[in-house]
């Protein structure tokens, strides 16, 4: 596990459930699946296992146009990489995006910074919502 978090039970369950996940999803949806399997964890303490994961890179997040955090285990692993989302029905593909990434570094060396960190999410209307 990346960082310094500590796995406690309560963290494990959730790492389980989203690692089992393929899709985005809220924090309320995770804790809805998680009751579903019959955990007692509380919605506050997946918001917040949920957040420090991503922190530490073990789930990557998402914001939704009406300003939701949307989670999931990524297939990308601890690579640096970014999502297309489709703001319907909310799939994600992960995308290289080589120009972002070396867009990035221009504007940071052009501006003198150094260990830029960026985020990058592209959204819009896959293929079987436009076609609905």
Do not use: K, N
Not at 11 to 29: E, K, M, N, P, Y
Not at 46 to 59: C, D, H, K, P
Not at 90 to 111: F, L, M, Q, S, T
């Amino acid at each position: 596990m990346t960082g310094e978090l500590r796995m406690t039970r309560q963290r494990t369950a959730v790492l389980d459930a989203v690692a089992h996940g393929a899709d985005f999803r809220s924090a309320q949806a995770w804790h809805d699946a998680l009751l579903h399997d019959g955990s007692s964890v509380g919605l506050a303490t997946v918001y917040r296992t949920l957040q420090s994961l991503a922190e530490v890179g073990e789930v990557d997040s998402v914001v939704t146009d009406t300003g939701e955090t949307l989670y999931r285990r990524c297939a990308a692993g601890e690579d640096h990489h970014h999502h297309l989302r489709c703001r319907v029905c909310g799939r994600a593909e992960e995308i290289d995006a080589p120009d972002v990434e070396a867009w990035a570094a221009a504007i940071a060396a052009r501006h003198g910074y150094t260990g830029i960190e960026h985020t990058v999410e592209l959204t819009g209307v896959c293929a079987e919502c436009a076609a609905t």
